[in-house]
């Protein structure tokens, strides 16, 4: 692809619902601006943006995707971003490299819930947006239903360029407002004629209110049009891309990605009046937005050049790791198509692969430059799964596969618990975390096993309780002895442990006092009653006996876990559960059943209250084995709307309706 100048730069998120026609809308803008010889389908696995086996499986984009092209002298960086919950990530991702956000909303059914999402996304960038409503050729399609439902959800900044011509399946033209001319299309062909007839008294009424909302920012445009001056369309063109570039004008263009009505005017209005990336002087520097892990190619990074121009074999230092890093060969990606550049201006998109510890988020400019740059925020994973490599020996090979999926996906999270013995597989939803298998399996060659992830119980005692703890062994030449009495008391809920030396008058060797301790340790660790971590618990080693020949460290350790067990077993043992702080936010509609379901699951409401714009938040202390899987439960009460934290609290003890279940469970063979 040729250079062109930053002025020329158009960077596009396509964003918004599932559905919605996002990645069909990208394939119809290569088609028409000749990208690609011939428009590939979704449906058939054969889309230029969604080429991952799993998306042409799944039929869903599941990662953003570059879709460059040319058109009219200038170079559009489509950046294609999926639409599910799930990978809300790529979404931010997409937001935070791209000048304009582009809505795709369905003109069947309106604005959904991953399209408010990915609206506050964008405001909270204050990015420049706008929207395209697809589908007016399909049954039950409307274009005033969906701009009045845009305008309800989204302010009066709203305002339609387009108005269409026919509806549902006679759907096959738009009028453009701001010329008063109308397109028609006969099989993507397009025809400049007039405005129809019987559409001329609305096009003059919403053509009216368009050009109010355009002069209203600008004094001398609005004094003009108060005194009833015609304004040239040149000046208005002008205003309408300065009210864009300043996130107060969102224009609404309409058509149908398949059938490739308005697909050129779309591509006409993103040269006229979409926004130039915001760039600054200076040496070069590029944001990664985006790390792709290739089993052949190795580690891909996208990234926006944010000030300089990169040329290729420069050198730059990683802001975070302080690493050098020389970026060989500079590409564009297609969708999976690298095409080779020879540099990129301020502004521009490119790819470079083998780069050796640069990774998304990451910031490369020259060494010591101070490049003050937005962060790019990755939400916290709500939903786990334990994993355990499926072949002995590649537990090894699985540890590396993790750290490369990482690299690709920085939602995906690993934890390795030390008291559940898991490694646990965190992600943003189910379908997120079957893709994530699915890769290691594909991309890694690495099979595994799942299980549910297991609650770090734990236990304690309720009262005092004395034991001795008695280890004799008699084998051939020196046997094994060793007495030692422990006392056993509750101590403060999270205070840990306390080993008490009570030992007087050398009834137990002075090097032997440790290994009682570790006796009683490593038998806390193991497991109480209930099969759990012991806490909370004071052992004090008050008397013993010990042999002259016989006694060991070795026997004075079993000791300490034999008393240990016994003393425990008599001093009212508990099981404790975790508990978690729950903050949920979602529209107050739903606030009664998720106060409901809350207290299904034991918790405790510890508040709520409005936080404005229709939402309402709630704080609760909820049993963490009742939670984890209530992204699944949240998702389905709000129909997506709303969001959660959750954070670690403290250890309450378990009902003891309870007890005996939660003592099954465990007893149970781990599969991970």
């Known amino acids: 692809m040729k250079t062109v100048p930053t002025t020329k730069i158009r960077n596009v998120a396509l964003v918004g619902h599932g559905g919605a026609g996002k990645t069909t809308l990208a394939e119809a803008l290569l088609y028409v601006a000749g ?30 995707a570059l879709a460059p092209f040319e058109y009219e002298d200038h170079k559009i960086n489509v950046i294609d971003a999926p639409g599910y919950a799930d990978f809300v990530t790529d979404v931010a991702a997409a937001i935070a490299a791209a000048d304009l956000a582009l809505f795709v909303v369905s003109a069947v059914e309106g604005v959904e819930v991953q399209t408010e999402i990915a609206w506050k996304m964008a405001e909270a960038r204050n990015l420049a947006r706008a929207i395209f409503v697809n589908k007016l050729d399909r049954e039950r399609a409307s274009f005033q239903r969906t701009l009045d439902d845009l305008k309800a959800r989204f302010g009066t900044g709203v305002a339609p360029l387009q108005l269409p011509i026919g509806e549902e399946e006679a759907f096959h033209g738009v009028v453009d407002l701001l010329t008063n001319e109308a397109v028609t299309y006969d099989g993507g062909k ?26 209203v920012a600008d004094d001398d445009l609005m004094e003009r049009y108060l005194g009833e001056e015609q304004i040239e369309v040149s000046e208005l063109e002008h205003a309408l891309a300065t009210g864009i570039a300043s996130a107060t004008v969102y224009p609404v263009l309409c058509g149908s990605a398949t059938k490739l009505v308005g697909i050129d005017r779309l591509a006409h209005f993103l040269v006229e009046e979409g926004p130039a990336p915001a760039v600054t002087d200076g040496a070069p520097a590029a944001f990664v937005f985006k790390t792709i892990v290739d089993p052949y190619v190795g580690r891909v990074n996208l990234f926006k050049v944010i000030q300089g121009t990169v040329k290729p074999d420069v050198v730059l230092t990683n802001g975070r790791s302080l690493a050098d890093e020389r970026l060989h060969q500079l590409t564009t990606m297609r ?33 010591g430059a101070d490049i003050a740059i937005e962060p790019l925020k ?17 537990e090894d090979k699985l540890a590396n596969a993790l750290h490369r999926l990482q690299d690709e996906d920085p939602a995906i999270r690993i934890d390795r618990s030390s008291e559940t013995h898991q ?44 034991a001795e703890g008695k280890y004799k062994k008699q084998t051939g030449g020196h046997g094994q002895f060793g007495v030692a009495f422990l006392r056993v008391e509750p101590m403060e809920r999270g205070s840990g442990f306390e080993f008490v030396d009570k030992i007087v008058g050398g009834v137990i060797p002075r090097q032997f006092i440790p290994a009682v301790e570790k006796g009683v340790m490593e038998t806390m660790q193991t497991g109480g009653v209930y099969g759990y971590p012991v806490v909370d618990v004071r052992v004090t080693c008050f008397d013993g006996k010990y042999h002259s020949v016989d006694s060991s460290e070795m026997s004075f350790k079993m000791a300490g876990s034999l008393g240990f067990k016994e003393a425990m077993a008599k001093a009212n ?11 949920v936010v979602a529209p107050e509609a739903n606030q009664g059943d998720i106060m409901g379901d809350l207290n299904s699951k034991r918790g405790r409401i510890q508040g709520s209250s409005s936080i404005g714009g229709g ?58």
């Open 423 to 466: 490694t646990v597989l965190r992600g943003m939803g189910e379908t997120h975390l079957g893709i994530a298998l699915e890769k290691l399996a594909r991309k890694f060659g690495v099979a595994v096993d799942t299980a549910e992830v297991k609650v770090p119980y734990r236990e304690t005692i309720q009262g005092t309780a004395e």
């Open 35 to 64: 990208a690609i010889p011939r428009m590939g389908r979704v449906d058939d696995g054969n889309s230029t943006t969604d080429f991952d086996p799993e998306e042409q499986k799944r039929k869903i984009s599941v990662s953003l």
């Open 190 to 215: 397009a025809t400049k004629t007039s405005v129809p007839s019987e559409m001329e008294s609305e096009e003059h009424v919403v053509r009216d209110a368009l050009v109010e909302g355009i002069v």
């Open 378 to 394: 990755t939400p916290e994973p709500v939903l786990g799964i334990a994993i355990k490599a499926k072949a002995k020996g590649d």
């Open 615 to 672: 939402e309402v938040e709630i704080v609760a202390l909820v049993p963490t084995s009742e939670v984890l899987r209530y992204a699944i439960d949240l998702r389905s009460m709000t129909g997506g709307r709303g969001q959660f934290t959750l954070t670690h609290s403290h250890y309450d003890p378990v009902p003891p309706n309870l007890v005996d279940r939660i003592k099954a469970a465990a007893a149970e063979p781990a599969r991970t």
């Open 335 to 367: 969708g999976k198509e690298q095409i080779s550049l020879s540099e990129l201006p301020p502004g521009d998109i490119g790819a470079v692969a083998k780069l050796s510890d640069t990774t998304t988020g990451d910031v490369l400019g020259t060494r």
């Open 573 to 583: 043992p508990i099981l404790l559960e975790p508990i978690s702080e729950l903050v």
